[in-house]
């Protein structure tokens, strides 16, 4: 079986003005010891105007610590007002992006498609997708919350082939988890992070799924991630308010080496 490298991501969402951003790279910066990246991924997802202060200050640190963005436009340019696209992103030097977060889904009516072109535009211009899925509560208390997390899985990766698929990372963030406080207990959370590599297994072949990662979020923490990073089919975190406080997110970090 393929040995997956770990992935600790940070999504500081909405939050952190350039001065501030700058001040919690530096501080994750500060603590992050240059042998953690012998063992694993580490990257944070700052709001746009924060990405190349951000990325400036790991590469001025020379740490190894990757800078994502939280969402692109799939067009290559043009008259789309207010969007990102990937060439610009990757003019930065960005080497991930979030698609589908459910915040997006939810509040900015990101459908299934627009997550399907969003991979397909960033796997062409070099950008690793952290493709989410996720269900809600009232889908989870439905019973049908697998089927509605693979067919979420089956609609993001639609035309993308194997070879392409392998550099994506997906992430299961169950909705009800998200900033509640409420996290997947780990059987909850390996049971859908399983159920997802199935599906990936389904749509190309067992080595390819193996080889992706699969994160888990929703409300990981120190208190709670090293049991979740525990389990077989998850492979790192995708981390929103703990993101946010350069301690947590190190601890958080330490406990996947
Ligand atoms: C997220 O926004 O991706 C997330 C998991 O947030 P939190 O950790 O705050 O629940």
Request: charged share 20%; glycine share 8%; hydrophobic share 40%.
């Amino acid at each position: 079986m393929t040995k997956r490298r770990r992935l600790i991501a940070g999504n500081w969402k909405m939050n952190n003005t350039i001065p501030e951003g700058v001040v919690l790279a530096q501080e994750i910066s500060n603590h992050f010891e240059r042998d953690y990246a012998d063992h694993l991924d580490v990257a944070v997802c700052p709001p746009f105007v924060d990405l190349k202060p951000v990325i400036t200050v790991f590469e001025f640190d020379r740490t190894d610590i990757a800078v994502g963005a939280q969402n692109v436009h799939w067009e290559p340019k043009g008259a789309y007002t207010g969007e990102i696209s990937v060439g610009m992103l990757k003019d930065i030097r960005c080497e991930y992006c979030i698609v589908g977060h459910s915040e997006r889904r939810e509040l900015f009516g990101e459908t299934n498609e627009e997550v399907n072109l969003k991979a397909k535009a960033l796997i062409s211009g070099g950008i690793k997708p952290i493709v989410c899925v996720g269900e809600s509560l009232s889908m989870r208390d439905s019973g049908a919350y697998l089927d509605y997390i693979t067919a979420q899985v089956r609609a993001a990766f639609a035309g993308i082939d194997a070879p392409a698929a392998a550099s994506c990372v997906v992430a299961y963030e169950p909705i009800w988890a998200i900033g509640t406080g409420r996290t997947a207990t780990p059987e909850q959370a390996e049971e859908a992070c399983a159920a997802i590599r199935v599906q990936l297994s389904e749509l190309y072949d067992q080595a390819t799924a193996e080889s992706m990662r699969i994160l888990y979020g929703g409300s990981m923490n120190e208190g709670n991630a090293d049991l979740l990073l525990a389990m077989p089919n998850i492979d790192g975190g995708l981390i929103g308010g703990a993101s946010l406080n350069a301690k947590s997110f190190i601890k958080i970090i330490e406990m996947a080496l």
